[in-house]
């Protein structure tokens, strides 16, 4: 029943932009902690954002930091991550992930390949 779906990746040039979206279903989503990670092939997953169920809060990876900005809808249940000034090390597949204390959902992934 619980669903988190991705969307938005695709094939951008070096300094592009591009924002994914995550739609949420099946639990409270403002309610949860909400965060986008990403994986590239050959290395870990990597946290990229996090939110706080408000949206009071965010946290950034150093690598992204200044470029990226993760900010959600509740009444929309979907959380975003904008991504400017995009580089070809940001290319991976792209993770929404919701949380409480107790309980943890992930999404499908959404490809995003940065390449000129």
């Known amino acids: 029943q619980v669903q988190l779906v991705e969307s938005g990746g695709g094939l951008v040039q070096p300094g592009g932009s591009l924002r994914l979206s995550c739609a949420a279903s099946?639990?409270?989503?403002?309610?949860?902690?909400m965060r986008w990670y990403r994986q590239a092939p050959g290395k870990e997953r990597e946290l990229v954002a996090t939110?706080?169920?408000?949206?009071?809060?965010?946290n950034y990876a150093d690598s992204v930091k200044g470029r990226f900005t993760i900010s959600r809808d509740n009444p929309k249940n979907t959380v975003y991550l904008q991504m400017n000034s995009l580089k070809p090390e940001d290319t991976a597949l792209y993770y929404c992930?919701?949380?409480?204390?107790?309980?943890?959902?992930w999404g499908q992934g959404t490809q995003v390949t940065v390449s000129s």
């Open positions: 992930n919701a949380a409480n204390r107790l309980f943890g959902y």
């Open positions: 099946g639990f409270t989503f403002s309610t949860y902690i």
């Open positions: 939110i706080t169920s408000t949206g009071g809060n965010t």
